[in-house]
């Protein structure tokens, strides 16, 4: 639903606002976990799939929880809805149109909220911290990565754009 709220909504989540000026503001150490974050997040394909498999598997740990409980939370606070059903006037695919618009809306909000309230714990955890010391994480690398997920960002809406407006495949 991000793309159905706001199309820039991706640029808060992924490690996508990590730059240079908020690199240089921080110790070594946390500047090495934000790149190495960063690496993993925007440019996995630079990295052994090994790593990339242990990343994706602590990150699962960290914001699978937090994105369960709110997401159960939202649907128990749902059964108070009022149905569009009446005693009078049944409406029941309106009730399931309704109900199906108030799951997704949930899902992508709990989705949301795990993400920001996982990353952050998953990058003061130690197990990150091991995972980090893995990854090449200079400022230059960081550059890098930073140039190799902005052209495959451009390369995908162009040809996203491309199928839309042809209907054609062309790359």
């Known amino acids: 639903l991000d793309s159905f709220w706001s199309n820039q909504a991706f640029k808060s989540a992924r490690g996508y606002y990590i730059n240079h000026d908020s690199l240089m503001a921080v110790d070594p150490a946390a500047r090495s976990r934000l790149v190495a974050f960063f690496m993993l997040e925007q440019t996995p394909q630079k990295l052994p799939p090994s790593l990339v498999e242990d990343y994706q598997a602590l990150r699962s740990k960290y914001t699978l929880p937090p994105k369960l409980l709110v997401f159960g939370g939202l649907l128990f606070a749902q059964r108070n809805f009022r149905r569009l059903t009446s005693a009078v006037i049944s409406r029941p695919l309106m009730d399931l149109a309704q109900a199906v618009a108030r799951v997704a809306v949930s899902a992508w909000f709990a989705d949301s909220v795990g993400n920001e309230v996982g ?14 010391g893995q990854v090449p994480a200079t400022i230059y ?31």
């Open 141 to 171: 690398d960081f550059h890098q990565s930073k140039r190799d997920s902005i052209l495959a960002r451009q390369r995908a809406t162009m040809v996203k754009e491309m199928e839309g407006t042809f209907g054609l495949d062309y790359f």
């Open 119 to 132: 990353e952050p714990l998953m990058l003061g955890s130690s197990a990150f911290a091991g995972l980090s």
